[in-house]
């Protein structure tokens, strides 16, 4: 088990090193005119040598790079240009509003997903089963943004509800700030919701046609206790993977949610960086979340191992 | 004629068979005869401004309205058809060719190289998919062309991955060993046996990558970092004063809605279907 971590630890290392490059890249590959853009349009330096200066790019590749690598190691990701404050402050300043946007919509995107994924295998080739799929399929073909922009336009018309325009923190007023994450997570979670109950559906088939729920049948258990003992425990551990790699495409819905309900979190403060043409936080923040999907696949992965002792470290 | 009636009754039963895949396919073909009919179908110019037609609800004469700026909704959305569509196909030629090449090295010469690749693809599906599409339009500029490539360079990993297990299951095959052991070159193998199999699971990856790109170009547009205005991309009409007249002229941002809904959702039947028909090893495991 612990040679097991160690050694997904050892390749963690040159996914994270390709990561950090790719990054580092971002800014290199501009094509030159940008830098005359950043200077002119939002005039963050006085000439094009002193704004090159800024960005670092005014040392030979391997020299930024190996700077770069330095800073980020001991957390320093490089000062906003926008702001001119430390980009990883920034960045933790606004993460709890994003994670808890994406958490609340895990909950409602599994709320949804297990118990639909769950009826529709039940009940498979119903009508019920037909009804679950094609809402399913609904769900991914449907844009967050438009469901969002007409959940806000018939709440305003028919109960005079527009979303606040300022952000309550968690810590102040937990029923304020509810009441301000819960349409957006519930819109993010429905979205997500679909990919999770065709997982699920697919794992309950696959697990019903087991030898040992043949025998749990003919022991005379009740559908309830066969479906919640026998097969729910089986088939869930492939849908905690799949929310595992959800997770990438939640923080990337989470930047549309976050613009339309205007909330302060991280995916806002990209698009105003993009806006900005704030380099430094787009690295940043692209450093940052990718680190993190890492960093949370091999926990999944880990514990994983724990909670499955069929599952074997090789 | 025979073989024509038997392929015409072939057609039926796939469709008596999977229903919804025929609706997701009869859905492409409306959206594909509209893009290519526009000029003919469009009621009016889809960019010409009329200041007394502002804001107006629909009639007979604009069917689904007006907008802001007097444009007629109808012809619009006709036009922006077109514009998913090129959107699309550019994005998906560009990720489906990168990943073959990337799939199929991978997956035909395994070892090192597919150890190398594996963990580059690893490394750009780390970064959640919206957030580098972004990145790129960040660094492109806007424009259509800088669309079509993010697109194109952000469906990349996940199809490479896709195709490589496909690559994977057939190189284990005895004709392939047949193929090498009468002398053929790689080059010759990958064309001619490798290929040939693997454009079923090829297949699929661009009708579910299509619906994709349709998505995802709506969402830039609609953040105002996709398709720069006046073009009519069905996104871009929801940004902007698509939102702003919302309440007051509601036929603005909900007929582009639609139309993204029903191209996606077809889209996606047509995969779907595709993907139970041709490939029935690669089922659930798409997304």
Known sequence: ?314 | MTSTVGSVARVFRIMRSKPLGALGGLLILVLVVTALLAPVLAPHDPVKMKSTDRLQAPSRNHPLGTDDFGRDILSRVIYGARISMLLGLGAVAISTILAAIIGIVSGYYGGRIDTILQRCIDTLMAFPGFVVLLTIMAMLGQGLGSVILALGIGGTAGNARIIRSAVLAIRANQYLEVARATGCRDWRIITRHILPNIAAPIMVVATLGLGVAVLAESSLSFLGFGVPPPTPSWGAMLSGSGRTYMIQAPWMAVFPGIAISLAVFGFNMLGDALRDLLDPKLRGGLR
């Open chain 1, 1 to 314: 088990m612990s040679r097991y971590v160690l050694r997904r630890l050892m390749l963690l290392l040159p996914t994270l090193a390709l990561v950090t490059l790719l990054v580092f890249s971002i800014i290199r590959l501009l094509p030159g005119d940008i830098v005359t853009l950043m200077m002119s349009e939002q005039g963050y330096a006085g000439d094009k040598a002193k704004l090159e200066q800024m960005l670092g790019l005014d040392q030979p590749f391997y020299r930024q790079y190996v700077t770069y690598i330095g800073k980020a190691l001991r957390g320093d990701l490089g000062v906003s240009l926008w702001t001119k404050e430390p980009v990883l402050d920034e960045i933790l300043r606004r993460l709890p509003v994003s994670l808890e946007l994406a958490v609340l919509a895990m909950f409602f995107g599994l709320l949804i997903a297990v118990p639909a994924g769950i009826f529709a295998a039940v009940r498979q080739d119903t009508w019920l089963d037909y009804l679950f799929r094609t809402s399913a399929i609904g769900g991914l073909s449907v844009p967050g943004f438009w469901m969002a922009t007409i959940v806000i336009v018939s709440a305003s018309i028919w109960w005079q509800w527009v979303p606040p325009m300022r952000y309550t923190p968690l810590a102040r007023d937990p029923v304020r700030n509810l009441s301000q994450l819960l349409l957006p997570a519930i819109i993010l979670g429905f979205a997500l919701s679909a990919s999770v109950m065709r997982m699920t559906r697919s794992m309950v088939l696959e697990v019903l046609r087991e030898d040992y729920i043949r025998t749990a049948w003919a022991k005379g258990l009740s559908e309830s206790v066969v479906i919640a003992r026998h097969v729910l425990k089986n088939a869930m551990i492939p849908v905690v993977t799949v929310m595992g790699l959800q997770l990438s495409a939640l923080l990337g819905g989470t930047v549309i949610m976050e613009s339309i309900f205007v909330l302060p979190g991280m995916g806002k403060f990209l698009l105003d960086a993009i806006t900005w043409r704030d380099y430094p936080v787009i690295q940043g923040i692209n450093l940052f979340l990718a680190t993190s999907v890492i960093v949370l696949n091999l926990v999944i992965d880990v514990v994983y191992g724990f909670l499955d002792p069929r599952i074997r470290f090789g």
